[in-house]
């Protein structure tokens, strides 16, 4: 067994007994997905909602990195992409008083570019905890497909 | 955006002004003296800044505040052990009397982290005889990782450097520790160093 750090702006594909980890989660936005028959799993930390077409990290954006997360399932040996269960948390507003301004509103829009992302590919969500104004840390354990979410407060 | 050496230097420059008032301002509130010692000022790539705080959950207590029109903004972050050292001197109390934040705590630091913020920003405001805008401050305790990215999310959709300065303040015998994110955006830069350069 062996806990990764899933960085910023980036994707890690294991499998069981691995734990996949994103420690300290602000309004990023982080995306698991499951294999449960072969016990694959990959997890995004994706930064911004949407990626604009001079940008080249895919991994830093939602819509981008979901479409990574997949291809990279796919390569580690995920046959059927219909049957992964997606879960997703973080995305908090971490200095709430502020409204008017919707760049300091990134987590709300990670949310939402991730819902638009699961209908237009067809996925359900199996469980999510996102939002909120305190930060996150998240274990995503391959060996049983459960997440587990720490907060500070 | 890319710099050159001379332009990057000058961004140091302007940090370690900016963390000098800081310290200065500290000092004011305290009533005690203050040395920043040799604060270190570098720039990061926005994808590592996360990725190289070493414990991303340790708490710290933020203050983040929007400058320029809200096109960039200045986080300063005090670990939690030390923003509580902090709210002792500030209220005049024995060091270590705080253990944990409540509401007076809390409105303690937002101000002072405020003041000091506005210290940092007048400080660069000043040297390049020009105004620069804050926002109102907005403070938070939470994991560091946390307070970061959500901090550099705010920039990162046009830019994709930070200047961090690590500065330590020595007040009282105690080291107090900060670390300093200016946050900002290519063309705020490029208006900064124009007025560097005409000075």
């Known amino acids: ?153 | 955006m890319d710099l050159n050496a001379t332009e990057l230097d000058v961004l140091k420059e302007l940090a370690s002004i900016g963390a000098n008032a800081a310290g200065t301002a500290l000092s004011n509130l305290t009533n005690q003296t203050v040395s920043n010692i040799s604060p270190k000022v570098e720039l990061c790539e926005v994808e590592n800044v996360k990725n190289e705080i070493k414990n991303p959950e340790e708490k710290v207590a933020a203050i983040c505040v929007g400058v320029f029109e809200k096109n960039s903004s200045v986080l300063i972050t005090f670990k939690k052990k030390y923003a509580l050292l902090l709210v002792d001197m500030l209220m005049d109390k024995k060091l270590g009397t705080t253990e944990e934040f409540d509401d007076m705590s809390k409105s303690a630091f937002n101000e002072m982290g405020n003041i000091v913020v506005c210290a940092y920003v007048s400080a660069v405001a000043n040297f390049l005889n020009t105004k620069i805008g804050v926002d109102m401050p907005l403070s938070t305790i939470d994991m560091v990782g946390s307070v970061v990215d959500a901090a550099i999310v705010q920039i990162a959709v046009e830019s994709n450097k930070v200047l961090i300065t690590d500065a330590n303040f020595s007040i009282n015998n105690e080291i107090i520790g900060a670390k300093i994110y200016f946050l900002f955006e290519p063309s705020t830069v490029r208006g900064l160093l124009d007025k560097a350069s005409k000075l």
């Not at chain 1, 080249?56 to 796919?74: I, R």
């Open chain 1, 1 to 153: 067994m062996t806990e990764i750090d899933v960085k910023m702006a980036s994707i890690t594909v294991s499998n069981a007994p691995d734990i996949l980890i994103a420690r300290g989660v602000g309004s990023c936005m982080i995306v698991m997905a499951y294999d449960k028959g072969q016990k694959i799993g990959g997890m995004l930390h994706a930064m911004l909602p949407t990626k604009g077409p001079t940008d080249n990290n895919s991994a830093k954006y939602v819509d981008s990195g979901f479409d990574l997360l997949v291809s990279e399932l796919k390569k580690k040996g995920v046959t059927n992409v219909k049957k992964l269960e997606i879960r997703i948390a973080g995305a908090a507003n971490m200095f709430p008083g502020v409204t008017l301004n919707e760049r300091v509103q990134i987590g709300a829009r990670n949310i939402d570019s991730i819902r638009a992302k699961l209908t237009e590919v067809g996925l359900p969500l199996s469980g999510e905890d996102v939002g909120g104004t305190t930060g996150r840390s998240i274990s995503f354990f391959l060996n049983e497909g459960r997440v587990s979410v720490t907060k500070s407060i």
